[in-house]
């Protein structure tokens, strides 16, 4: 019975992990329709060049940490959570 | 295909390395003072702000490259860029987490400095002034 109640926890610590990690597909395609955009407005107005790489840039930066949050949860659930999670269990038979 | 790196580019990667050695040194005091300090704090916080550093700096470089082609290439070069810089990243995050030598909380906190940097940006006083950075690219090509 405690493997099995292990063997949960172990499961879903690693299926959170999982889904955490589908938050990592939405900076890639924001900072690609960012980065097309940009294209576009560099296609109509090329003197701005240097104005809008630099915003991108910025932007692409504060886009990006959502993807972090995302990853420093799955490090978490994976490596952290379990752990802490079969101490509680122990704790609470014992 | 422009080999050298954009002034732009160069210019923001240094401001964004620059707060991140002011922020990691205020993070080593804020171990320092709390009394967690160890080498390991250290280890992990020079692995961390390095990859932060070098993460801005591999985007710049791709949006560099993206700005000059099409729309639809730029935004695959982009998506493509960005699952490489976080697979890196995940493997830093992995090396810092297996590896007892780094401290898993000093090695994670450097890699949100380049977005606090961002913020505080305003507040520091440096200004996007367009036709200055215009005029050093002219200059530059």
């Known amino acids: ?94 | 295909m422009e080999n050298k790196v954009n002034s732009t580019v160069k210019k923001e990667s240094l401001y964004i390395a620059c707060s991140v050695v002011i922020l990691s040194m205020l993070m080593e005091a804020v171990f320092l003072i709390i009394g967690k300090w160890t080498i390991s704090v250290l280890w992990g916080n020079l692995l961390g702000g390095l990859t932060a550093v070098l993460n801005f700096f591999l985007m710049g470089l791709t949006v560099q490259r993206a700005v000059g082609k099409d729309e639809r290439e730029a935004a695959t070069l982009m998506k493509f860029s960005q699952t490489y810089r976080f697979m890196l990243q995940l493997a830093v995050g992995l090396v810092g987490t297996l590896f007892s030598v780094f401290n898993v909380i000093a090695l994670v906190i450097p890699l949100f400095f380049p977005r606090i940097a961002i913020m505080l940006r305003p507040y520091v006083g440096i200004k996007y002034d367009g036709a200055e950075i215009e005029n050093s690219d002219e200059q530059q090509t």
């Not at chain 1, 576009?40 to 701005?48: C, D, V, Y």
């Not at chain 1, 630099?54 to 949860?73: D, K, N």
């Open chain 1, 1 to 94: 019975m405690l493997e099995l109640a292990i063997g949960i926890i172990l499961g879903g610590c690693a299926l959170g992990a999982g889904c955490a990690m589908i938050a990592g597909i939405g900076p890639g395609i924001g900072e690609g329709n960012a980065v097309a955009k940009a294209c576009e407005a560099i296609g109509r107005q090329p003197e701005s060049r240097s104005a809008v790489t630099t915003t991108m840039l910025m932007g692409c930066a504060v886009a990006e940490t959502t993807g972090l949050y995302a990853l420093v949860i799955a490090i978490l659930l994976i490596f952290v959570a379990p752990g802490r999670f079969v101490d509680i269990l122990l704790s609470a038979i014992s």
